[in-house]
């Protein structure tokens, strides 16, 4: 899936170097849709992992207030053996964007995130679970590639300062659990951006 989504977004990118492109609006009131791919493969989750967010410009110096709601899954099954990862989660972020080069508006943001990861798979001594909780305060940098007036891709990085409680169960019995501080590059999302005002 990573590489098919890799894929998608080179082949954007091109198309959108072989066009005029579009001109990026950070009006202020201006308002987004985006849908964000891959964007929590830094939660040690291999598989399909996205959102769907809002961004609302508040003046015409390119600051923006950013919202999204993200969630991941997978199953894997193997001789009757079922082992699943779920998560769910969301964001919300200020944002600064820059003067505009061209078709490519590039941005800075900062703030605050939580997520929820569940993870269960089968052992000898019966069911194993761990839950994680996951709160962050990111800083990302990115950019907005407009190869129409009304969409755009792009990317980002995230670097943030995290906190994670750990608790592991074996048959529904808490067996261990633990917290930590730790800050680092978790995530690299794809965005496609469609502007809606």
């Not at 072989?18 to 202020?28: E, H, K, L, S, W």
């Not at 099954?77 to 061209?102: A, M, N, P, R």
């Not at 941005?107 to 995130?113: E, H, S």
Request: charged share 25%.
């Amino acid at each position: 899936m990573r590489y098919a989504l890799l894929t998608l977004f080179c082949f954007a990118l091109v198309t959108s170097a072989a066009r005029a492109g579009g001109t990026p609006d950070t009006d202020d009131e201006s308002l987004q849709m985006l849908f964000e791919f891959n964007g929590l493969s830094g939660m040690d989750l291999d598989v399909y992992a996205g959102g769907l967010g809002m961004r609302y410009f508040i003046d015409d110096e390119g600051l923006a207030c950013r919202f999204s709601l993200n969630s991941g899954y997978r199953t894997d099954e193997e001789d009757s053996d079922k082992h699943t990862v779920s998560l769910i989660g969301g964001s919300i972020l200020i944002e600064k964007f820059f003067e505009s080069v061209s078709s490519v508006a590039p941005y800075v943001g900062i703030g605050f995130a939580g997520f929820y990861h569940s993870e269960k798979w089968p052992t000898e001594e019966g069911e194993r679970k761990t839950n994680k909780t996951f709160l962050e305060i990111p800083g990302v940098a990115g950019f907005q590639w407009w190869f129409t007036d009304a969409l755009a891709v792009g990317g980002e990085y995230r670097l943030a300062l995290r906190y994670i409680s750990t608790k592991d169960y074996l048959r529904d019995q808490s067996i261990s659990d633990g917290e930590e501080m730790n800050v680092g590059f978790y995530a690299a999302s794809v965005f496609l951006t469609v502007a809606i005002k």
